[in-house]
């Protein structure tokens, strides 16, 4: 059974840090690209994040670029998000994406939720 399980959201102050989690089973995950992706009420889903299976290489959106770090851990399965220098833009539900790299199967989480606010 695959299961994506994201931990780590609240509500903190603009300015403040929150580290993200994503905890992978059911599935091989150093054979899967990872990703952090938000949705803010009334938009649209956008990625946040990527990393390469082997955790060589990573991206970002513009939004982000300087205060977000993604990182992996194969021997934990685990991804996270590192969220620094947050701001009231930065509110939404934060979601882990798994995007199989020799298989064609693309997994979700549930979602976390990161408010900004004072």
């Known amino acids: 059974q695959v299961q994506l399980v994201e931990s780590g959201g609240g509500l903190v102050q603009p300015g403040g840090s929150l580290r993200l989690s994503c905890a992978a089973s059911?599935?091989?995950?150093?054979?899967?690209?990872m990703s952090w992706y938000r949705q803010a009420p009334g938009k649209e889903r956008e990625l946040v994040a990527g990393?390469?299976?082997?955790?060589?290489?990573?991206n970002y959106a513009d939004s982000v670029k300087g205060r977000f770090t993604i990182s992996r851990d194969n021997a934990k399965n685990t991804v996270y998000l590192q969220m620094n220098s947050l701001k009231p833009e930065d509110t939404a539900v934060y979601y882990c994406?798994?995007?199989?790299?020799?298989?064609?199967?693309?997994?979700w989480g549930q979602g976390t939720q990161v408010t900004v606010s004072s």
């Open positions: 990393i390469t299976a082997t955790g060589g290489s990573t």
């Open positions: 059911g599935f091989t995950f150093s054979s899967y690209r």
């Open positions: 994406n798994a995007w199989g790299v020799i298989l064609p199967y693309v997994y």
